[in-house]
Structures are given as C-alpha cells and as structure tokens.
C-alpha cells in the first residue's frame, strides 16, 4: 500500500546518528545521504522492499511533528522491541506512553514500544505473534 514513508528533521546530523541506530536494530543499514536539486538535505533507509526517508523541510520552515501521527516498526520479536525502545532512547529519542511490554487488544496481545525521535516524532516498534 505504501512506497515510502518520510519524516522531517531539523539536525539531519542528530537524525542520521539516531535512525543508523535504531534501524540497525530491524537489520537495516547505514541511511544514505542526498541533496536535493534545492539544496534540502535528507537520509533514506532501505529494509526489505521498505523505504523510510528523513528530511530537512522542502519549504524551508521549520520541520514540526503531526499531533496523532506515528510510524510504526515491524518487529521479530518482544526482544526486539525492547532492543529498539532502548537503543532509542539511548541516541536521544524519549519513551513515552506505557513502558515497553505486551498490550490487550482487540485481536490478542501485541508487543509495543513507542518513542519520539529527537525532532519529536512519534515512532512505534511492534510485534505481533502469529495466532
């Protein structure tokens, strides 16, 4: 259903030191870097046919976060959930919202994670037993 998916930033450098990390994690490599023909500069990260961008803005304002949005990561296992929450929080990001564990929900037990990147965007590391 999606292509991409891209986040702004306002330190790609702050950014680049956190995504490497994280996404290392999911088994994703180091994000490359381009410049766009204006001048914004942005990372991309390539994980199993996924591809996750973060970007100086476009319009050259300042990047803010979405109230209500968030990113969601697919993850292996409970352990790799923890791992990305704590690898996270270890680069800059904040927890936030209940601590890493399994939650109730409608279609069983997930294991969920949620953070804010250094810019303050919202991301959720998420594991989902086979039922």
Do not use: W
Not at 34 to 57: C, D, I, M, W
Not at 103 to 126: E, F, I, M, Q
């Amino acid at each position: 259903m999606f292509s991409h998916v891209m986040l702004g930033t306002n330190d790609i450098e702050q950014s680049k030191r956190f995504y490497d990390a994280v996404l290392h994690v999911l088994g994703a490599g180091p994000g490359f870097e381009n410049t766009n023909k204006t001048g914004q500069r942005r990372l991309f990260y390539r994980h199993e046919g996924a591809s996750f961008g973060v970007s100086e803005p476009i319009d050259g304002q300042p990047a803010t976060v979405g109230n209500g949005g968030t990113v969601g990561f697919k993850c292996n296992s409970p352990e790799q959930v923890r791992e990305f929450h704590d690898v996270a929080v270890a680069h800059g990001g904040t927890s936030i919202e209940e601590p890493p564990g399994p939650r109730s929900g409608p279609t069983g037990v997930l294991h969920l994670a949620y953070v804010r990147d250094p810019d303050g965007n919202k991301l959720c590391a998420l594991f989902r037993p086979k039922a």
